[in-house]
């Protein structure tokens, strides 16, 4: 059974930081790309950040230069540290394990955990 498990999400002010963390079990360990994606009431889910098994990483413009993905293979997880948050930032945060397709579509990933609300407040 594949499990993705997100955590980390909270209430911050601008400017703040928070590390969301992704634990993931079962097949989902053998993925090809990990990401997170977030969503705000009325809006389609969005993508923030991946990372290939390989180590590569991607991110959405928005937040280039002040998230940062990475993966602890020793402990099936997945971080998004997140810095110099904004009040757009705020949104449902989700992360998402899949295959070899383009690391910011929705579609290349099979495998989603429940969201975790972050709120940064101005």
């Known amino acids: 059974q594949v499990q993705l498990v997100a955590s980390g999400g909270g209430l911050v002010q601008a400017g703040g930081s928070l590390r969301l963390s992704c634990a993931y079990s079962?097949?989902?360990?053998?993925?090809?790309?990990w990401g997170w994606f977030r969503q705000v009431p009325g809006k389609e889910r969005e993508f923030v950040a991946a990372?290939?098994?390989?180590?590569?990483?991607y991110f959405a413009d928005s937040v280039k230069g002040r998230f940062t993905i990475s993966r602890d293979n020793a402990k099936n997880t997945v971080y998004l540290e997140m810095n110099s948050l904004k009040p757009e930032d705020t949104a449902v945060y989700y992360c998402?394990?899949?295959?070899?397709?383009?690391?910011?579509?929705?579609?290349?990933?099979?495998?989603w955990g429940q969201g975790t609300q972050v709120t940064v407040s101005s």
């Open positions: 990372i290939r098994r390989i180590g590569t990483t």
């Open positions: 998402a394990a899949g295959g070899l397709g383009p690391a910011d579509s929705r579609r290349t990933y099979d495998n």
């Open positions: 079962g097949r989902t360990a053998s993925s090809f790309s």
